[in-house]
């Protein structure tokens, strides 16, 4: 792992990441819209429906995301997740359920489909997952793998983290670098790096956005 920090720093004139979410529930499509607009990388928009997610494609082009709910009017089964996967090739889309069997995420995963974010992610934890999988991985909830049902995302993060490493986390989870930490902390730089190394072979991360996903999805008093 290198040890620059992996961020999604973008300069200030560079073009927002276009998502759009396709969602039939108001509610929850214009709320997820709102948040995104809010963040300053982001230009979110709005469907119901998988033939409305077709026309807006055809007219203004892909999208470099789409959040896609399993269960709006058009997307009746995979076959279904696998033409909307097509209608945004060559850019991502992760699907967006409260409730969907394992069968059917891995299904649209072996489709091709770029994750799944359930509904009740706290949204600035969605916009981590966003950014996993904008950066070329794949996002699924730690506790999916767990078969029974969450016990894992209960159960918080690793017991073995140290305090220190718990201050790290937290100092990434409120985007700091590496040289930031180090000042808050009153530790060398050097030992900032080796506590962030720690932490992803502890928490399984892939990357520093990826930690401070998993702390975020646990929710952890930090």
């Known amino acids: 792992m290198s040890d620059q920090d992996d961020s999604f720093d973008r300069p200030f004139d560079a073009a927002p990441t276009r998502v759009l979410v396709a969602d039939d529930d108001a509610l929850v499509g214009d709320m997820l819209a709102l948040y995104l607009n ?53 850019h991502p889309v992760i699907l967006l359920s409260g409730n969907i069997s394992r069968a059917n995420v891995r299904a649209a995963i072996s489709s091709g489909a770029r994750g799944f974010i359930p509904k009740s992610l706290p949204p600035r934890t969605l916009v ?20 029974s049902d969450g016990a894992a995302h209960r159960h918080g993060l690793p017991g073995s983290l140290t305090p220190k490493e718990r201050d790290v986390l937290a100092g990434l989870c409120e985007g700091m670098s590496n040289k930031e930490i180090s000042i808050q902390l009153d530790i060398s730089l050097e030992t900032v790096k080796m506590h962030v190394r720690n932490l992803m072979k502890k928490l399984g991360a892939k990357n520093r956005t990826h930690a401070v996903l998993i702390a975020l999805e646990h929710r952890q008093n930090l």
């Open 128 to 147: 981590n997952a966003v950014n996993l999988v904008l950066s070329g991985e794949t996002f699924l909830p730690s506790w999916f793998h767990d078969e």
């Open 38 to 90: 809010r963040q300053a990388s982001f230009a979110a928009a709005t469907c119901k429906s998988l033939g409305e997610m077709d026309s807006l494609i055809r007219r203004d082009g892909v999208f470099d995301l789409v959040l896609l709910d399993y269960g709006m009017p058009g997307i009746r089964g995979i076959n279904d997740v696998t033409r909307a996967i097509g209608m945004n090739a060559p």
